[in-house]
């Protein structure tokens, strides 16, 4: 069924479960929070597994022999298998927690690129990543010789396939490809990538930090060798990220840090690793952010991850369609065809002003070049303002937006 | 209106629009740029010593950014002729906030606090204490 096609949320009774959304701020104003792809807010039913944790069974999950650890254990790794279904991974041998997508990124930089990469080598990007992997494989190129290119984005925000298809060559080792972007909400062709990289023997990693909150993933489906996301953009806690990886890499890669926890068998001389995917994570791991983020799935899930991309591609192509003015220039691709992510400017008004003035109308957003500097520069602006919408938002507060940026055109005009 | 909206007041937004001082100066004794990493904000200041070496003669300055930054970096221009380098390195940030006049949002400050900042920066570097390249709000 096409995501257009859903039975609409129930809005009102998803916004019952975050009390945060009943609060006000600036002066007695309704909180109207639009900064969802920064970090999304956190349901009931998620604090009370963090609590609930934290009250009844907290404990190491070193495979103690009490029964604590032993209930942390096996909630912790339940937790992997949750998510890595959630994701269409098989098994938690493929879903490795860590602290964040930034996390996630430098751990295959790490385990993977700075041992297999040198001079003559190159890495494929796209002009829209975000920082977290563009300066991530920055470093990685300098400290091995390897080059970056990038894939360019063009006018309308879409990738321009034709030039990847030829920057993509035998010398590529890795590409690498936000899902959604953050900044133009461009939904990127990732299968097709997939298949480019592949077709040149190369490792195909999605950044899924605004896609895996907003719409059905499967990285079975779309053949991703890494995918990463964040917890607290998906209802999460913060402090939990994922990386994805297909069994047979993460079972050849070294692990990236050394200690607890991560190994089998430790002498004086040498030591081996635990099976994944614990290889990767290594020390007290995240175990009431990853216990925690399994609940905020299973909530995702409930609600049904075909209605929340409906809902958001409605409220989106609404947001759209209010922005837009001869004064107002969005960015990326049109309304109907973005994730769920509107960044704009308007003629004469700063994002942090703007975003100072949409505050004292209640109305959360973000303003600046949202981790992609590099994208902003070629763009020509210095920074932008960004609302972005996730399941509990409703077309009010979208009016809101609009009033609030009517107000800004006032003092500024 | 409330809080934030009202560091918006005429005389910051005329400011925004008519920056005073905007623009180089032909051969000025020192000239520096800074930036303000959390908006974006850029300001580059050209500075005219009067034949003591130690009083600002003329300024000018350009830049790109927030009303705020900008603002704040036209006001300040008009201050410093006059000034002494020392005078110049006292200057703190509640001076910078009495000038503009306005409250001031805690997640601005840092851009009401740039041109004040590169101004320093650039007087320390041509006296030869600092040896900065670019100022930035994050220091
Ligand atoms: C596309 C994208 N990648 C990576 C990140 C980094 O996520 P985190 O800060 O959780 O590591 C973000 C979030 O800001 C993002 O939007």
Redesign the pocket.
Known sequence: MKASEQAPLDVEAIREDFPILEREVADGKGLVYLDN???AQTPDQVVDVIADYYRTYNANVHRGIHQLSQEASVAYEDAHDRVAEFVGADGREEMVFT???????NLVAGAWGLNELGPGDEVVLTEM?????LVTWQQVAKRTGAEVKYIPVDEDGYLDMDAAAELITDDTQLVNA?????TLGTVNPVADLADLAHDHDALFFV?G??AAPTRPVDVEAMDADFY?F?G??MLGPTGI?CLYGKRHLLEEMEPHLYGGMMINRVTFEESTWADLPWKYEAGTPVIAQGIALAAAVDYLDDVGMERIQAHEEHLTEYAYEQLDADDVDILGPPGDDRGAVVSFNVDGIHAHDLSTILNDHGVAIRAGD??TQPLHQKLGIPASTRASFYLYNTKEEVDALVEGVEAAREIFH | MSMGSDMYRQQILDHYRNPRNHGELGDPTFSHEGYNPSCGDELEFDVVLEDDGETIERVAFRGEGCAISQASASMLSQELPGMTLDEVADLDRDDVLELLGVEVTPMRIKCAVLAEKVVQDGARIYEGEADVDQTTTED
């Open positions: 792809a920064a970090t602290k964040n997508t930034t996390e996630s990124e990543e975000h920082h977290a992997s936000v899902h959604v972007s953050n950044d930090a605004q990463a964040s607290h953009k990220g949202h981790c």
